[in-house]
């Protein structure tokens, strides 16, 4: 009976440990890596275990379930933002049993010590890798080396058409969102600071509203444009226009060049010393010259 009880206790660690890496994923992803990695290296530094057992079949217990149902999202339908999500997982589930077996024999002392110290690492190494990754991954991933095609904005304020390379600013900044989309709308701020940093720069700073098909969300729209009053301007487009341009989520930027080349595309983030590959502010400067 004990040894039934330990197995159902053991399932119910790795299903915990799986439930909590998944959601962790509503706030960021930045903040789900360094979620998945600490909970799964407290998770294997912890799993019952003896001298006796089998370190792969612990392994695959404690981690199966999130590799199972998360990791098949990245691995079968390419989206490589969530790769490093998945193999943290692997990587420091295998890194706490395998520290579990070495201290078996040691004081409790060691392993709470080792806990607070690779935990405590994992959160700059965490931010340092996910924030360089996201915004490679999908700034590298839709470049298009011709222009884009000649795509038309809908103005939501004045009702008015506008095609993108009658635009005659140097630099065009595409913020694609949708009224539905909370980190949309929280994003704006930055939007806002983005434009004000390049003021009476050769520059069109602009969001893009994606999916406005319907009478009640486009209320919505004009609601928020009337109670928030950001000196970008707010468009729309057909969805087509958003995935022929790679949008395949909001918010993201896209950065045209004069030539109208997608220069980037990926995050909004401010000047950072985490990142090490190009942010949107360096590739705007970069196109403003």
């Known amino acids: 009976m004990k040894k039934y009880r330990i ?10 440990l799986s439930l909590v890496a998944i959601l962790s994923g509503g706030i960021n992803w930045v903040f789900q890596f360094i979620v998945v990695g600490i909970i799964y290296f407290l998770g294997g530094l912890f799993f019952p275990i003896n001298k006796a057992s089998n370190k792969l079949f612990v392994f695959l217990k404690l981690t199966g379930p999130f590799f199972l149902v998360y990791g098949f999202i990245p691995l079968v339908r390419g989206y490589f933002h969530l790769y490093p999500i998945v193999f943290n997982c692997l990587l420091m ?3 706490g049993i ?6 078996m024999n040691r004081r409790q002392l060691l392993k709470t010590l080792y806990a607070i110290v690779i935990s405590s690492l994992l959160i700059p190494v965490g931010y340092l890798i996910m924030i360089n990754w996201i915004v490679f991954v999908s700034s590298e991933k839709y470049i298009k080396r011709e222009p884009v ?3 038309i904005l809908y103005d939501i304020e004045s009702h008015q058409e506008v095609k993108v390379r009658d635009i005659k600013s140097k630099v065009v900044v595409l913020d694609f969102w949708n009224i539905n989309c909370a980190p949309c709308i929280r994003q704006f701020p930055e939007l806002q600071k983005l434009k004000d940093y390049f003021v009476n720069k050769d520059i069109l700073v602009c969001s893009v509203h994606i999916n406005l098909n319907k009478d ?8 928020f444009i ?4 950001y000196s970008f301007g707010y468009f729309a487009v057909e969805d087509f226009v958003a995935k022929d341009l790679g949008v395949v989520g909001t918010p993201t930027i896209i950065i045209l060049n004069s030539d109208r080349h997608i220069m980037y595309k990926g995050d909004l983030h401010m000047n950072s010393s985490a990142l ?4 949107p502010y360096d590739v705007i400067r970069k196109a403003l010259q």
């Not at 197995?7 to 915990?16: A, D, G, K, R």
């Not at 009640?216 to 609601?223: D, H, I, K, R």
């Open 276 to 279: 090490v590959v190009d942010n």
């Open 98 to 103: 395998v520290l579990n077996a070495y201290l």
């Open 7 to 16: 197995v159902f206790f053991e399932i119910l660690i790795s299903i915990c």
């Open 226 to 229: 009337r109670k928030n009053r």
């Open 216 to 223: 009640n969300e486009m209320n919505l729209v004009n609601q």
């Open 93 to 95: 589930g295998l890194l």
């Open 149 to 151: 095609a000649n795509f």
